[in-house]
């Protein structure tokens, strides 16, 4: 009995071991996999990195902006120390006139070689020979006031440069009083507001007086 049991047994263990070849196999064949995907990852990597400049590309587009011309420069001058009716004046012998004209003129009236007309005032010394053409009444040399208009005028002739305005006249020449602060014995000081336009000479038509 003790041999029947024995031989038994050896059966047993030898069926066991049999049954445990083919599961070790399998391990084997799939650790042997997972060390073939392992080495196969930094092929595939250096694959990707070998050529980044393709996977990149940016298209570079340049763009072209085109200055758009405007029809009309302006300048201001804010609270200037100048009288406003001299202002005025000078105001209407620069309107209709090409920026440097009027320039010009001012410069002559700072030598006293051209006088502006002031025909709404009372003046002694009428100085007829010294007034501008198609003006008549009397005239003054108001130096204060031409030097902040000739100053003014060579900003406005700027701006005309910057706009694209191209043959520049003076289409407004407006002055009006600004706010007057008090000076000795209750006096109030010149203040005054100016305000210039320019526009191009071949796009505007002038209407005829009557």
């Known amino acids: 009995m003790v041999e029947e049991v024995k031989q038994t047994e050896a059966i047993l263990e030898s069926s066991h071991n049999e049954k445990k070849k083919p599961r070790a196999k399998k391990a084997k064949e799939e650790t042997k996999k997972e060390e073939a995907i392992v080495v196969e990852e930094p092929k595939v990597e250096t694959e990707t990195n070998a050529n980044p400049d393709s996977e990149k590309k940016v298209e570079v587009k340049k763009i072209i902006t085109k200055k758009v011309a405007k029809e009309i420069a302006i300048a201001n ?18 309107l209709r006139k090409p920026v440097d004209r009027a320039i010009e003129m001012l410069e002559l009236v700072l030598q006293e070689k051209m006088a502006v007309p002031m025909t709404a005032l009372e003046i002694p010394h009428r100085k007829r020979s010294l007034m501008p053409a198609g003006f008549g009444g009397g005239g003054r040399f108001p130096k204060n006031a031409s030097k902040e208009f000739i100053n003014l005028l060579k900003q406005l002739k700027a701006n005309c440069e910057t706009n694209g305005v191209e043959n520049p006249v003076i289409t407004i020449a407006m002055s009006n009083i600004a706010s007057r602060p008090f000076r000795k014995e209750g006096r109030r000081a010149k203040s005054t507001h100016v305000h ?5 000479k071949t796009k505007l038509i002038f209407k005829k007086k009557k």
Request: glycine share 4%.
């Open 77 to 94: 001058a804010y609270s200037l120390s100048i009288s406003t009716k001299q202002s005025s004046a000078i105001g209407k012998m620069i």
């Open 196 to 200: 210039l336009e320019a526009r191009d």
